[in-house]
């Protein structure tokens, strides 16, 4: 077999591996067309630039303006992946699996070709985790898979958020607080602080949220988060991470220990 052959069945094995948008998107690029598509919903670019483009992967809160600060920072493209169900259908199998391969539609939409690198703070760092096998599988592994402040164990059922405990922790605490604002019937014609402390007023009805949330948030996006924070939780308690071949970058409190659990 001549080295042509041979590069040509590589080509064709790795774009059979790759997602019906990416193929979509190479074959336009054959034709010499130049296709508009449009990023996926859960798809948000925070920042422009040059260089690998870096997907970040969202808590358990489901939002991705926790990325913000990084994107401020970052030179380089950066997208954060948010849950669907917040600005998108909800998945018909709301999985740490599903989460990854949807993810893994999305970064093939976004950026088609070429080296991307993945991150996750907390839970989003365990979904980073599986999407780098995704993506290894198909043909085009990670140039870095970032794990942040990331507990490699899992919860067990019993230890998911109940009723009354629910929102706790660095992803849902905003939540639970700001529906329990709301819920007390804030002044509206307080002033609504911003996640980059803007002013507005507000409308009645709302509650501002300060801090990842944004602005102003009405109570039924409050539930709609308290759900997402829920849903993405018991995905975790399902999930059982497997190995992954692949470098990870873990950064952590000093001594927080979760290096020997990821080593694994």
């Known amino acids: 077999m001549d080295s042509t052959t041979s590069r040509r069945e590589a080509l064709a094995a790795r774009r059979a591996r790759l997602s019906g948008a990416a193929r979509e998107v190479l074959a336009a690029r054959v034709r010499g067309e130049a296709p508009v598509q449009a990023a996926p919903a859960c798809a948000v670019q925070l920042a422009g630039g040059a260089g690998t483009p870096l997907f970040c992967v969202h808590p358990a809160g489901g939002d991705v303006l926790c990325y913000a600060t990084v994107a401020s920072r970052l030179h380089r493209p950066l997208y954060g992946l948010q849950t669907p169900g917040l600005a998108s259908d909800p998945l018909p199998e709301h999985t740490i699996p599903a989460l990854a391969a949807h993810y893994a539609d999305a970064i093939d939409a976004v950026h088609p070709d070429g080296p991307v690198a993945v991150a996750g703070w907390s839970l ?8 780098g096998h995704v993506l290894a599988a198909r043909g085009r592994p990670a140039a870095a898979i970032v794990l942040v402040d990331a507990d490699p164990s899992v919860p067990t059922a019993d230890e998911l958020p109940t009723p009354a405990t629910r929102g706790r922790g660095p992803s849902g605490s905003g939540v639970r607080r700001a529906h329990d604002r709301l819920r007390a019937r804030p002044d509206p014609r307080s002033a609504a602080v911003g996640a980059r402390g803007l002013r507005a007023p507000p409308r009645a009805g709302d509650v501002a949220v300060v801090g ?8 039924e996006r409050l539930v709609r988060l308290l759900a997402v924070f829920e849903a993405n939780t018991r995905a975790l308690a399902r999930h059982r991470p497997r190995v992954v071949d692949a470098p990870l970058t873990l950064l952590q409190c000093r001594g927080a220990g979760f290096e020997q659990g990821w080593a694994r």
């Open 212 to 219: 990842a949330y944004g602005a102003v948030a009405s109570e």
């Open 124 to 131: 989003g760092a365990h979904v980073a985790h599986e999407l």
